[in-house]
């Protein structure tokens, strides 16, 4: 069955950078998307990016564009987010999940378990 | 502020049939963009619960569904079970700054 099996959680300083591992299996990787999306502590889901495995194509929220850098290494099917300059407010558990196709339409399924990234000094 | 906007809680008792509104604009659900629903259990990730706003994925029951009119979107838990007690999103495409993709900012089913 499809999996994606996030990295562990990381602690980092303000300033730095994080990069969170989604390792997939069961299906063909680049057949599909892969989309990131994080959850501050007791609030709600924010969207922030995408990228089409087929081509390469990215496609980022426009409050993280600068700081978000989303690739995938093809030979082991794993997509990779990594975000810069982080500050406290980057503190959020992150997901990765598979996106349904490849068109604008499609819905996110299924997600990996979540990455907490913690930013403290 | 979300660009899709829920109720933050809806309750009922069990057995009952609460709905949750997901309210859009011309740029996604009112442009006619496909709604898609995500049901997330207390400490666990997100499930895909309804997509493409009507269909179920295997697995889901029946007691959910979906629906969709003009810039609106909702969802419809009927024979309420405790087990339902959970936060649910809306997401959709949006064509405007905000997107492409937007989340509701959920909505916590509680059951009395």
């Known amino acids: 069955q499809v999996q994606l099996v996030q990295s562990g959680a990381e602690v980092k300083k303000p300033g730095a950078s994080v990069k969170v591992s989604c390792k997939t299996s069961?299906?063909?990787?680049?057949?599909?998307?892969i989309t990131w999306v994080r959850q501050v502590p007791g609030q709600g889901l924010e969207w922030m990016g995408w990228i089409n495995i087929y081509n390469g194509k990215t496609n980022y929220a426009q409050n993280l564009q600068g700081r978000v850098t989303m690739t995938t290494d093809r030979s082991t099917s794993t997509a990779y987010m990594e975000l810069r300059r982080l500050t406290y407010d980057d503190t959020a558990v992150y997901y990765c999940?598979?996106?349904?196709?490849?068109?604008?339409?499609?819905?996110?399924?299924?997600w990996g378990q979540g990455t907490l990234v913690t930013v403290s000094s | 502020q979300s660009v899709l906007t829920q109720p933050p809680s809806v309750s009922g008792a069990p057995g009952q049939r609460v709905t949750i509104s997901c309210t859009g604009s011309?740029?996604?659900?009112?442009?006619?963009?496909?709604v898609h629903w995500y049901q997330q259990l207390p400490g666990t990730a997100p499930k895909l619960l309804i997509y493409?706003?009507?269909y179920r994925p295997s697995g889901v029951p029946d007691r959910f569904s979906g629906s969709k009119s003009g810039t609106s979107a909702s969802l419809a838990i009927t024979g309420l079970q405790a087990g339902d007690e959970a936060d649910y999103y809306c997401?959709?495409?949006?064509?405007?700054?905000?997107?492409?993709?937007?989340f509701g900012g959920g909505t916590k089913v509680a059951v009395l």
């Open positions: 493409d706003t009507t």
């Open positions: 999940a598979m996106v349904q196709g490849l068109s604008i339409e499609n819905s996110f399924d299924p």
């Open positions: 069961g299906y063909t990787f680049t057949n599909y998307g």
């Open positions: 011309s740029s996604n659900i009112g442009a006619g963009y496909e």
């Open positions: 997401q959709s495409y949006d064509s405007s700054l905000s997107g492409p993709w937007v």
